[in-house]
């Protein structure tokens, strides 16, 4: 996944796909699977019926299509509008997103090809 956030550059070595309860979470990832997760990272997230290819708006009420900037394990930048594009499901989930967060950080030119688990 890559990203620019708030003019900066943004990059994680790993992209996952993964259901978590009724949504789908697209995650980036900077660590292998079982190490320590580090910050900060970008998770996008879908309602499990909208992953299909198409674009889905984003909002900051957690209910449908939503995205964060994680920057600790307390501390997140809820996206409050935007919007992820997704251009195939099989064998990877594969799109690209931009949003603005509720604190007005821009997150643009975000590009992601997630293995699905």
């Known amino acids: 996944m890559s990203a620019t ?3 900066a550059p943004y990059t994680s070595a790993l992209c996952i796909a993964y259901t978590s309860g009724n ?3 697209i995650e ?3 660590t292998t699977a079982g190490a320590t997760l580090t910050y900060p990272y970008i998770s996008l997230w879908l309602n499990r019926t909208s992953l299909t290819t198409g674009t ?3 909002d900051s009420t957690q209910l449908n299509n ?6 600790s394990v307390s501390t997140f930048k809820l996206a409050k509008s935007g919007s992820i594009t997704i251009t195939s499901i099989s064998p990877d989930v ?4 931009s949003f ?3 604190d007005s950080t ?8 997630a293995e699905s688990l």
Do not use: D, M, W
């Open 5 to 7: 956030v708030a003019g």
């Open 23 to 25: 949504n789908v979470e």
């Open 28 to 30: 980036a990832e900077t």
């Open 56 to 58: 889905f708006s984003l």
């Open 66 to 71: 939503y995205a964060e900037y994680i920057t």
């Open 94 to 97: 594969v799109g690209t997103f």
């Open 100 to 102: 603005t967060c509720t």
């Open 106 to 113: 821009v997150v643009t030119n975000g590009k992601f090809v």
